[in-house]
Nanobody, 119 residues
Framework: QVQLVESGGGLVQAGGSLRLSCAAS????????MGWFRQAPGQEREFVAA????????SYADSVKGRFTISRDNAENTVYLQMNSLKPEDTAVYYC????????????WGQGTQVTVSS
C-alpha cells in the first residue's frame, strides 16, 4: 500500500524559508513522477513542482520558479520541497502526490501539511 507522509510545514515570516519532506513507502517509485501541490482557503488545488524519480527531471509553476526547489533522496525514499523567499500568497496546505510517469493523473496523495507565511 502506497503511503505519502508530508512534514515540515509551519509558520514563517515573509522572506523566510521552509523545507517540506514527503516520505514515500509501499512500492518502488523509480518509474514515478512525484509532485507537490497546494491549496489555499477558498481556492482550487494548484500545481507547485514535480520531479521524475529516476531521471531527476523537474518542472515548476511560474509562481515559484527561482524560489522553490524540488529534490529527491533515493536512499531515504523522500522527496523535498525547499521553499525560499516565502510570500504571504504561498500560504496553503501543501500536498505530496505520486503517479506513474505514463499516467496523466496523480493517483496517490498525502494528507497535507500547513504552510503559513505572515507579512
Amino acid at each position: 500500500q502506497v503511503q505519502l507522509v508530508e512534514s515540515g510545514g509551519g509558520l514563517v515570516q515573509a522572506g523566510g524559508s521552509l523545507r517540506l519532506s514527503c516520505a514515500a513507502s509501499g512500492r518502488t517509485f523509480s518509474n514515478y513522477r512525484m509532485g507537490w501541490f497546494r491549496q489555499a482557503p477558498g481556492q482550487e488545488r494548484e500545481f507547485v513542482a514535480a520531479i521524475n524519480w529516476s531521471s531527476g527531471r523537474t518542472s515548476y509553476a511560474d509562481s515559484v520558479k527561482g524560489r522553490f526547489t524540488i529534490s529527491r533522496d533515493n536512499a531515504e525514499n523522500t522527496v523535498y520541497l525547499q521553499m525560499n523567499s516565502l510570500k504571504p500568497e504561498d500560504t496553503a496546505v501543501y500536498y505530496c502526490a505520486a503517479r506513474p510517469i505514463l499516467v496523466a493523473d496523480y493517483n496517490y496523495w498525502g494528507q497535507g501539511t500547513q504552510v503559513t507565511v505572515s507579512s
